[in-house]
């Protein structure tokens, strides 16, 4: 079943008052069974990070007030992409990414369909050729959600002592 939701992109430079702390909020409700975890505790670092990034995007999903899920990244600059390390060749040569670093639900809505409008709303006008994701490896579902959405497994890659493997995955956006 797909829901149909209240979708709503934000961009560096004009990020509302709250829109961090808002983030956080999904977060701990999509990971609560895991902020154990030191990794999961440092999502505020990375959603600073990332939303401090040239031209971070972000799609949040509504239902009225309740942020229900949401799906953000930036493009990666030239000639820096970390994905680049894994043996995966795009076939049309070199070409720009846009990095997908968060597609999150909040657990009373998943299996919604949710997930899938969140990361098309935010690659819908993207001019990057490609994009690339991690899913942990632990998660095989999750990647077949993602194979599903035309990504494929390029590597793996464990890009902090403390994270989990990921499988690092590569979507052509204009094939």
């Known amino acids: 079943m797909t829901r149909v939701i209240d979708l709503r992109h934000y961009s560096a430079g004009a990020l509302p008052e709250g829109f961090k ?6 977060h701990a409700d999509a990971y609560a069974d895991a902020m154990d975890l030191e990794f999961n505790r440092k999502f505020p670092w990375f959603v600073d990070h990332w939303s401090g990034m040239q031209g971070f995007t972000c799609v949040v999903a509504f239902e009225g007030d309740e942020p229900t899920g949401f799906a953000y990244g930036a493009p990666l600059q030239a000639g820096r992409e970390w994905w680049r390390s894994t043996p995966y060749e795009p076939n049309n040569g070199y070409t720009a ?57 390029a590597g793996e890659q464990q890009p902090f002592a403390d994270s989990p493997v990921y499988a690092v995955m590569v979507k052509n956006l204009h094939p």
């Open 21 to 26: 702390q808002m983030l956080i909020d999904v």
């Open 97 to 153: 990414t846009y990095a997908v670093s968060e597609v999150m639900v909040r657990p009373n809505w998943r299996k919604q369909g949710i997930a899938d409008q969140l990361h098309l709303a935010l690659l819908a006008e993207r001019k990057e050729d490609l994009a690339v994701l991690l899913v942990d490896v632990t998660h095989p579902k999750v990647q077949d959600l993602y194979e599903t959405w035309g990504y494929a497994k």
